[in-house]
């Protein structure tokens, strides 16, 4: 398994030699949206907290960085770590409210503060300059490479993503992983075995969220502007389908689904009148056909096709 | 599932290459010159970007598919109305299909979400989008728009108002976007500064189903109304208006898109005698748009309106740019160099642009009329050859702070 990843791994550092521009900028933004989809893993496959807010942590995260260097003349070495900072600080927060309720109470608490942030996106046009988004924005250049070159972005951001996937998977691989799967499972059971229940889904929560803004700075390095309708409920149910697509409490589900959906909206929309038909047919079939997810799905299949044990 | 991808991406490069070198083999005349239309085909502005693939696709047709000469293909994307995702469309225009010249977007935040990419890749756009400060405060130099900027009509209305038809007090309302926002906010100054005094300002959310609220407020004293709606959004208030008993009590007047042509078809007598503001009109009288208006009308079973006027006049704009470069799209410097100095007739009357890439044409003024059974807007009064900056000396208008719900300041609010 592992050497199959790292094959994986040096295909897609080869990727810009071999593909041209557009596949690679494409590459870029799936990556992106699977770090997204993975964050928003933590909390739906893991936590067992269906939240469908999550696109105010890639929203803010992205308003904070471009407002600070808009309006303040910050230079990237601030607004990066501030935007990390201030949004992981909004998700504590958010997680202290959104976690007095769990199930449906969550996902509706999740829904409701993160249409309170895009309505203050929208209108509060002083700081967000409202409808016209912020606009003018740059990439870093870290250590002198210029990031404006699709092909150094697309590896800057496979950095980026190796590390977040590696952090998720060790995150929850660890002793906390398990009692995190075990809230999830049995939270009756664990509260009762001592376990602060509350205390283990709010770290969760906020370590959900400080990736949801990692994926928020590099949205807005990529687009450089930034609109409200990034906080629209849209994006956080395509985060959400990406999850229950590509398996929901996987590492590499979360991944998979971005990816499709990414292509479906992306790539299959320039052949497809009604991308967004052929998107829900893609989605129902998967339901009906492998209703654990994509991942997990087809290792069942190759499990049953080697004749091995279900 | 790796290497499949590998493969695919592969071949993919590889058909790149190829293309890209047949490219450099054939003789350029011979490669048919690539437009790429960025329109919206899903979603809540799929109307008017169904009307702009329409204009094109009219116009392709009527010219046997070829411009100065060449053979053209339009490459269709659709944004689905999402800046990131016009963003990757542009990229996929350009990158992937190797166009030459581009036409849309169709609202304000995608073409200021492409602004960047349109200067970095280079790349001649023919805009219908009508965000203000692309043609103002950070022009783009890639970038021409033949339709209108937000506010270039609704000076025009303005001054109508407080001239010809005397209008004292007036309300505006217009959904809360920037385009919404800066055409109050021209009419408001041409107005106040003819005389006239704006004394409330309304603006309801984009999708709003329900205008009943927004109705109550109003000012029973005031002379007139005039709606900056977009979309079907000016026909839903014109219509819940008259539910709540207001019709005839109340003068409306329209800006650019409050009565489309592409929403008049869905209308009664309740639009009669409204008059609204545009660079176009189906039934404008002249050579090119008698031919124009019906042969959309016979393509498709209803008038031209913004959009798709839009796409047709901006590929004759294309059209004569190229005519005069020799066809040679490759060379976009020549390309842009070429569509600044337009100066041709089309089906809205002459078209020049200004030295930031905006048209300078005719506005007319339009009323609602039933003619062979169909409501059009019938052309009443011509304003020639207006500019984005009305009358303003450009210089001094740039220094203003762009149109928005608060800029200029409404003193006479009630």
Same mark, same amino acid.
């Given at each position: *398994?592992?050497?199959?990843? +790292?094959?994986?791994?040096?295909?897609?550092?080869?990727?810009?030699?071999?593909?041209?521009?557009?596949?690679? =900028?494409?590459?870029?933004?799936?990556?992106?949206?699977? +770090?997204?989809?993975?964050?928003? =893993?933590?909390?739906?496959?893991?936590?067992?907290?269906?939240?469908?807010? !999550?696109?105010?942590? /890639?929203?803010?995260?992205?308003?904070?960085?471009?407002?600070?260097?808009?309006?303040?003349?910050?230079?990237?070495?601030?607004?990066?770590?501030?935007?990390?900072?201030?949004?992981?600080?909004?998700?504590?927060?958010?997680?202290?409210?959104?976690?007095? #309720?769990?199930?449906?109470?969550?996902?509706?608490?999740?829904?409701?503060?993160?249409?309170?942030?895009?309505?203050?996106?929208?209108?509060?046009?002083?700081?967000?300059?409202?409808?016209?988004?912020?606009?003018?924005?740059?990439?870093?250049?870290?250590?002198?490479?210029?990031?404006?070159?699709?092909?150094?972005?697309?590896?800057?951001?496979?950095?980026?993503?190796?590390?977040?996937?590696?952090?998720?998977?060790?995150?929850?691989?660890?002793?906390?992983?398990?009692?995190?799967?075990?809230?999830?499972?049995?939270?009756?059971?664990?509260?009762?075995?001592?376990?602060?229940?509350?205390?283990?889904?709010?770290?969760?929560?906020?370590?959900?969220?400080?990736?949801?803004?990692?994926?928020? /700075?590099?949205?807005?390095?990529?687009?450089?502007?930034?609109?409200?309708?990034?906080?629209?409920?849209?994006?956080?149910?395509?985060?959400?389908?990406?999850?229950?697509?590509?398996?929901?409490?996987?590492?590499?589900?979360?991944?998979?689904?971005?990816?499709?959906?990414?292509?479906?909206?992306?790539?299959?929309?320039?052949?497809?009148?009604?991308?967004?038909?052929?998107?829900?047919?893609?989605?129902?079939?998967?339901?009906?056909? *492998?209703?654990?997810?994509?991942?997990?799905?087809?290792? #069942?299949?190759? $499990?049953?096709?080697?004749?091995?044990?279900? | *599932?790796?290497?499949?991808? $590998?493969?695919?991406?592969?071949?993919?490069? #590889?058909?790149?290459?190829?293309?890209?070198?047949?490219?450099?083999?054939?003789?350029?005349?011979?490669?048919?010159?690539?437009?790429?239309?960025?329109?919206?085909?899903?979603?809540?502005?799929?109307?008017?970007?169904?009307?702009?693939?329409?204009?094109?696709?009219?116009?392709?047709?009527? !010219?046997?598919?070829?411009?100065?000469?060449?053979?053209?293909?339009?490459?269709?994307?659709?944004?689905?109305?999402?800046?990131?995702?016009?963003?990757?469309?542009?990229?996929?225009?350009?990158?992937?299909?190797?166009?030459?010249?581009?036409?849309?977007?169709?609202?304000?935040?995608?073409?200021?979400?492409?602004?960047?990419?349109?200067?970095?890749? %280079?790349?001649? +756009?023919?805009?219908?989008?009508?965000?203000?400060?692309?043609?103002?405060?950070?022009?783009?130099?890639?970038?021409?728009?033949?339709?209108?900027?937000?506010?270039?009509?609704? !000076?025009?209305?303005?001054?109508?108002?407080?001239?010809?038809?005397?209008?004292?007090?007036?309300?505006?309302?217009?959904?809360?976007?920037?385009?919404?926002?800066?055409?109050?906010?021209?009419?408001?100054?041409?107005?106040?500064?003819?005389?006239?005094?704006?004394?409330?300002?309304?603006?309801?959310?984009?999708?709003?189903?329900?205008?009943?609220?927004?109705?109550?407020?109003?000012?029973?004293?005031?002379?007139?109304?005039?709606?900056?709606?977009?979309?079907?959004?000016?026909?839903?208030?014109?219509?819940?208006?008259?539910?709540?008993?207001?019709?005839?009590? *109340?003068?409306?007047?329209?800006?650019?898109?409050?009565?489309?042509?592409?929403?008049?078809?869905?209308?009664?007598?309740?639009?009669?005698?409204?008059?609204?503001?545009?660079?176009?009109?189906?039934?404008?009288?002249?050579?090119?748009?008698?031919?124009?208006?019906?042969?959309?009308?016979?393509?498709?079973?209803?008038?031209?309106?913004?959009?798709?006027?839009?796409?047709?006049?901006?590929?004759?704009?294309?059209?004569?740019?190229?005519?005069?470069?020799?066809?040679?799209?490759?060379?976009?410097?020549?390309?842009?160099?070429?569509?600044?100095?337009?100066?041709?007739?089309?089906?809205?009357?002459?078209?020049?642009?200004?030295?930031?890439?905006?048209?300078?044409?005719?506005?007319?003024? $339009?009323?609602?009329?039933? %003619?062979?059974?169909?409501?059009?807007?019938?052309?009443? !009064?011509?304003?020639?050859?207006?500019?984005?900056?009305?009358?303003?000396?450009?210089?001094?208008?740039?220094?203003?702070?762009?149109?928005?719900?608060?800029?200029?300041?409404?003193?006479?609010?009630?």
């Amino acid at each position: *398994m592992r050497r199959n990843y +790292i094959l994986l791994l040096a295909l897609l550092i080869c990727l810009p030699w071999f593909s041209g521009e557009y596949y690679v =900028n494409l590459a870029s933004q799936i990556l992106i949206a699977a +770090i997204f989809a993975a964050s928003l =893993n933590l909390l739906v496959g893991y936590a067992g907290l269906t939240s469908l807010g !999550h696109a105010s942590y /890639l929203g803010l995260s992205a308003y904070i960085s471009a407002w600070l260097s808009l309006r303040m003349g910050l230079g990237h070495a601030v607004t990066a770590p501030a935007a990390l900072l201030l949004t992981t600080l909004i998700g504590c927060g958010f997680g202290w409210i959104a976690l007095r #309720a769990s199930g449906l109470g969550f996902l509706m608490l999740t829904l409701a503060l993160s249409q309170i942030v895009w309505g203050l996106c929208y209108r509060w046009v002083g700081v967000t300059n409202g409808d016209n988004g912020l606009s003018g924005l740059t990439r870093p250049s870290p250590f002198g490479i210029d990031l404006g070159n699709s092909s150094a972005f697309y590896w800057f951001v496979l950095i980026i993503t190796v590390a977040a996937l590696y952090s998720i998977a060790r995150f929850v691989n660890s002793p906390f992983g398990a009692t995190l799967r075990g809230t999830r499972d049995q939270w009756r059971r664990m509260s009762s075995l001592g376990y602060n229940v509350w205390g283990i889904r709010w770290v969760t929560f906020v370590f959900s969220s400080f990736l949801g803004a990692l994926a928020g /700075l590099l949205y807005v390095y990529f687009n450089k502007y930034i609109h409200p309708s990034v906080m629209s409920v849209t994006v956080s149910a395509e985060a959400l389908l990406a999850v229950i697509a590509g398996g929901s409490g996987t590492l590499a589900g979360p991944v998979v689904g971005a990816a499709l959906v990414m292509l479906l909206k992306n790539y299959a929309s320039a052949y497809v009148e009604r991308w967004n038909m052929l998107m829900g047919i893609v989605f129902v079939f998967i339901v009906i056909v *492998m209703p654990a997810g994509i991942v997990p799905g087809t290792l #069942a299949l190759l $499990r049953r096709l080697r004749g091995g044990p279900r | *599932m790796a290497i499949d991808r $590998r493969q695919f991406l592969q071949g993919a490069a #590889a058909a790149g290459v190829g293309v890209a070198y047949s490219g450099l083999s054939l003789a350029q005349t011979n490669e048919p010159i690539r437009l790429g239309l960025l329109t919206v085909k899903t979603g809540p502005l799929a109307s008017g970007g169904i009307d702009m693939e329409r204009g094109l696709e009219l116009y392709m047709k009527e !010219h046997g598919g070829m411009m100065a000469g060449r053979k053209v293909e339009v490459i269709v994307a659709d944004t689905g109305g999402v800046p990131a995702t016009a963003l990757t469309k542009t990229q996929e225009l350009v990158e992937r299909s190797k166009v030459h010249v581009l036409t849309g977007p169709l609202a304000a935040f995608e073409a200021l979400a492409i602004d960047d990419y349109i200067r970095a890749q %280079k790349m001649p +756009i023919l805009s219908v989008a009508a965000a203000e400060d692309m043609t103002q405060r950070k022009p783009n130099p890639w970038f021409v728009r033949a339709t209108s900027s937000s506010s270039q009509c609704s !000076h025009v209305m303005a001054h109508y108002c407080a001239t010809v038809l005397k209008y004292k007090r007036m309300i505006l309302i217009a959904d809360d976007i920037a385009y919404g926002q800066e055409m109050n906010a021209g009419f408001q100054r041409v107005f106040e500064e003819n005389g006239g005094k704006v004394i409330q300002k309304l603006f309801p959310p984009l999708t709003t189903p329900e205008y009943g609220s927004f109705i109550a407020q109003l000012k029973k004293d005031a002379d007139a109304i005039f709606l900056g709606f977009a979309g079907s959004n000016g026909f839903r208030f014109i219509r819940q208006l008259n539910e709540f008993g207001s019709a005839g009590k *109340m003068k409306i007047v329209g800006g650019m898109t409050a009565l489309d042509e592409s929403v008049l078809r869905n209308m009664g007598d309740e639009a009669l005698g409204i008059p609204t503001v545009c660079w176009y009109s189906a039934d404008l009288n002249n050579p090119i748009n008698v031919k124009f208006a019906p042969s959309f009308r016979k393509a498709y079973g209803y008038d031209p309106g913004y959009y798709g006027a839009g796409t047709y006049v901006n590929a004759e704009i294309l059209n004569a740019a190229l005519v005069s470069i020799g066809g040679k799209a490759e060379n976009k410097d020549a390309l842009m160099a070429a569509l600044k100095k337009t100066n041709v007739q089309t089906a809205r009357g002459p078209v020049t642009f200004d030295t930031y890439g905006n048209v300078v044409g005719n506005i007319y003024i $339009r009323k609602v009329e039933r %003619k062979d059974g169909r409501l059009v807007n019938s052309v009443v !009064h011509t304003y020639p050859d207006v500019s984005q900056f009305w009358k303003y000396d450009p210089k001094a208008f740039l220094a203003n702070p762009v149109y928005s719900r608060d800029w200029p300041p409404a003193k006479n609010l009630e």
